[in-house]
């Protein structure tokens, strides 16, 4: 059973449930980091965010479920299947008593609703029971990436707009004096800082950040809408920002790749890594 320590006001913790990009990626080649695609859960004292719901918001909601009735925030980046496949899969949801809030900064301009999005994620031919199915309460919420959320008194929430393509959301996290910036599925221009990045990590105390890719194959993807390890080093250091904290592996990155980034990183920037499932950090 995996269960969540009890949190009290103080704590700010980061939890990594998924860690992959793209697809998932089961095997004995990524034991180490982990195979489950985009799902991080952060606690903000009694308040439970959970930034994507990829293949790993499985194993979060068994958790969740064992704790009792459950009220919490789902973000999403953006709504490309590796980063809302587990949804359908979230047990929680179909249990009458508990809440969710859905948040989606990327639709509303596209003339979209994210309600309607998972409603046709979970339709068929593609889903054996409709979004209806589920018992709990949901609420959703269509933003224009760039605006502020407060959600609770003390916690302040900031988005920015991302080069993906079909539109995506980076967020940061505000809370007792401390910081979390979620920045996936971006892709920047050699040489040319993104300023909405730059402006949303800026003294960030934990950044994680979309390394799909490298220096060397970059060039390779262009127009894909990812980014590559090194960026995130130079971003953070142009952003003054601290630890760096890769994410959103490639899923043909296997441990020993992802193991000789981690060194790298940790040499580059003492206390930045590389993200694992199961990996718990306080910003």
């Known amino acids: 059973m995996v269960t969540s320590p009890a949190h009290d006001e103080a704590d700010f913790t980061v939890r990594f449930w998924g860690v ?48 009792g009735p459950c009220d919490a925030h789902i973000f999403l980046t953006h709504t490309h299947l590796d980063h809302v496949v587990g949804f359908p899969f979230f047990r929680p949801a179909y249990c009458a008593g508990n809440r969710f809030h859905l948040w989606a900064g990327h639709l509303r301009r596209q003339g979209l609703s994210l309600e309607s999005t998972l409603a046709d994620l979970m339709r068929k031919p593609l889903f054996p029971v409709p979004l209806d199915v589920m018992q709990a309460a949901r609420e959703f919420h269509d933003f224009d990436a760039g605006a502020a959320l407060n959600l609770a008194s003390g916690l302040v929430i900031r988005t920015a707009v991302l080069n993906h393509p079909g539109g995506a959301t980076g967020y940061r996290v505000d809370y007792g004096g401390r910081s979390f910036a979620l920045v996936t599925d971006t892709e920047h221009v050699p040489g040319k800082p993104d300023d909405n990045v730059l402006g949303l990590i800026e003294a960030c105390d934990l950044v994680v950040y979309d390394a799909t890719y490298d220096d060397d194959s970059f060039a390779r993807f262009e127009g894909w809408g990812h980014s590559t390890w090194q960026e995130g080093l130079r971003l953070c250091e142009a952003a003054g920002a601290g630890r760096l904290v890769t994410f959103h592996h490639d899923p043909d990155a296997d441990d020993g790749v992802l193991a000789g980034i981690d060194r790298t990183l940790a040499a580059r920037r003492p206390g930045s890594c590389v993200a694992a499932e199961g990996l718990v950090l306080e910003p």
């Open 20 to 67: 992959r990009g793209t697809v998932a990626t089961p095997g004995p080649e990524t034991v180490r980091y982990g195979g489950n695609t985009a799902c991080i859960e952060v606690r903000c004292g009694a308040e439970r965010l959970v930034f994507d719901v990829g293949t790993g918001a499985r194993v979060l909601g068994k958790c969740v479920e064992d704790e």
